[in-house]
């Protein structure tokens, strides 16, 4: 079993982290729906771009012409672009999101994966804890983010993840991720179980990060070794599960892990009772794992002043 002291640690260092939301901001409303949260300061400049925006008191809308998918997808390429030449956008992947009010319901719009957290939207990833053992001892492969990432560049992060770019399953991403991130084969990432999903919902300097992550263990042999692909990974390591737990708890230094790691080793650490059952922080890092879960309204407030949060 980990002690209190370590759970204590790691309860204090996430609950830091994946604080509720803060910011002042505005709805980004679509079809009486929310769609996204945009922070106070830009929604001036938002205003700007009046053929796609309409900024009223309780929120951003699409302009009234904007009313198919194609049409909002087009006018957001151009905010986003003139976003992008400004420097107020992360760096830029060429790659997009669907927008979309649940996973699997057809998109209100694509836009360009770099504006995701500009502009509030909720977005969906995959991770995978790759789980091997070493001299019969369980064990736990993680991988360091290259440097040059746009987000969390040089931290350590779980083995595979990452974003669902629009057209892509989870199992479709999970297959691709694996191979690109630490050379695992279709055939065996196939086999990796998705165990649940986390939420995520935290202000950061580049907007507020909305997110879902659908989480997976593999099961990996001793003798198998990562190998990255596509350059966004530096090394590998693999630690025992006590390690693992160290690590996360870590608030400084090279060995940092991201929140999002973090959050997922977290709940791996929790399926497997790794914390004794009295154990004072044990409700508390549950709840991490999902009170961050919005519950929005289903239609525009009447209110005056701008929406508080979706």
């Not at 194609?70 to 992947?93: F, I, N, P, Q, Y």
């Amino acid at each position: 079993m980990l002690g209190s002291a370590l759970s204590a640690a790691i309860l204090a260092r996430l609950s830091r982290l994946l604080a509720t939301p803060t910011s002042p901001g505005v709805t980004l409303w679509v079809d009486g729906q929310p769609a996204g949260f945009v922070v106070v300061p830009r929604v001036a400049r938002l205003a700007a771009f009046s053929a796609t925006f309409d900024v009223r008191a309780n929120g951003i809308h699409f302009a009234p012409a904007l009313t198919s998918v194609e049409a909002r997808t087009a006018a957001m390429a151009e905010v986003t672009a003139a976003l992008a030449a400004e420097g107020a956008l992360s760096a830029w992947r060429d790659e997009r999101y669907a927008v979309r009010p649940t996973f699997t319901a057809a998109p209100w719009f694509l836009l360009e994966r770099a504006a995701a957290r500009y502009f509030g939207i909720h977005t969906y990833a995959a991770h995978i804890n790759g789980l091997s053992r070493d001299r019969d001892i369980p064990c736990m492969w993680l991988a360091r983010r290259s440097p040059g990432k746009a987000i969390d560049p040089g931290l350590l992060d779980n083995l595979v993840g990452g974003g669902i770019r629009a057209g892509a399953s989870v199992a479709s991403t999970v297959i691709a991720e694996a191979w690109e991130e630490a050379g695992i084969t279709a055939e065996l990432a196939a086999t990796a179980r998705q165990v649940g999903t986390l939420v995520i919902r935290r202000d950061q300097p580049d907007g507020l990060q909305s997110e879902t992550i659908f989480v997976h263990d593999l099961d990996l042999a001793p003798a198998f070794v990562p190998a990255n692909q596509d350059g966004e990974v530096t090394a590998h390591r693999r630690v025992e599960i006590a390690e693992a737990a160290r690590l996360i708890a870590i608030e400084a230094g090279p060995d940092v892990v991201t929140a999002d790691a973090s959050l997922v080793v977290v709940d791996y650490l929790l399926r497997q009772r790794a914390f004794a059952d009295d154990d004072p922080p044990l409700p508390a890092l549950r709840a991490l794992r999902g009170t961050a879960a919005p519950t929005p309204s289903p239609s525009p407030s009447p209110s005056p002043s701008p929406s508080p949060r979706v």
